[in-house]
């Protein structure tokens, strides 16, 4: 049974580009929810997406957007990236958005933007 | 809002000693608890969590937490550490009636040496 996978593992963008990470859930799962740690940091909240619909978003502008799809995997975008973008992005699926259900957490990607 | 706290930063232990590490949580309503792990070079994984009954709950590899309402307290303990549980753990936290939004706190490293 294969856990949650995340692409690509790391990625080195500059400032101003636009980026996109690729997330898919755990098998049976039909909700997604994105994080971004930083260096010595606990996760932050940035949204979650179940029904191909975002149900709830952290305190994080509108240049994070995501998308998910039928299948249920998701997409984390981020356009004009900053310095302080610079994190691991953490995936984590779970079965509805029920706050009793589990949340698995996939490896992450590793962005640097310099 | 709501925010955790993790007072121990760094805890660095020789094997056979106890642990225990601090989390407390800011929120008024009711929540649920989780302790997560992260071995090195691993994903975060759930060590245990509370949601309602006996305050004392059991995890695995033998840590336990306690859950102190009147402290907003949900410290981890283990009786006795091994060089194998050296990692870093997350205490999170959720609302009842925000779904599977987790707050997490800032992370203590553990560090038992051999």
């Known amino acids: 049974d294969a856990g949650v996978t995340q692409s690509p593992t790391h990625l080195i963008k500059t400032r101003g580009q636009q980026v996109t990470l690729r997330c898919s859930p755990k098998?049976?799962?039909?909700?997604v929810s994105w994080y971004q740690q930083a260096l010595g940091q606990g996760p932050q909240f940035i949204f979650q997406y179940y029904e191909e619909e975002e149900r709830q978003r952290g305190n994080f502008p509108d240049r994070f957007s995501g998308h998910q799809f039928p299948n249920y995997s998701s997409e984390l975008n981020v356009n004009a990236l900053l310095l302080g973008d610079s994190a691991l992005y953490l995936c984590?699926?779970?079965?509805?958005?029920?706050?009793?259900?589990?949340?698995?957490f996939g490896p992450g990607t590793r962005l640097t933007v310099l | 809002a709501q925010s955790v706290s993790q007072h121990n930063h760094h805890v660095i232990l020789s094997e056979a000693a106890s642990l225990e590490l601090g989390c407390n949580y800011s929120?008024?309503?009711?929540?649920?608890l989780f302790w997560y792990v992260q071995y090195p070079g691993q994903h975060l994984q759930l060590l245990l969590k509370y949601f309602s009954g006996d305050p004392l709950v059991k995890g695995i590899k033998g840590f336990e937490a306690e859950f102190i309402k009147s402290k907003f307290s949900f410290n981890l303990r283990k009786p006795s550490v091994q060089w194998s549980d050296t990692a870093e753990y997350f205490c999170a936290v959720n609302a009842n009636n925000q779904g599977g939004k987790l707050i997490f706190g800032q992370g203590t490293e553990l560090s038992v040496k051999p």
């Open positions: 098998s049976g799962h039909d909700t």
């Open positions: 984590a699926s779970s079965l509805s958005v029920s706050s009793y259900n589990e949340q698995f």
């Open positions: 929120y008024g309503g009711t929540v649920n």
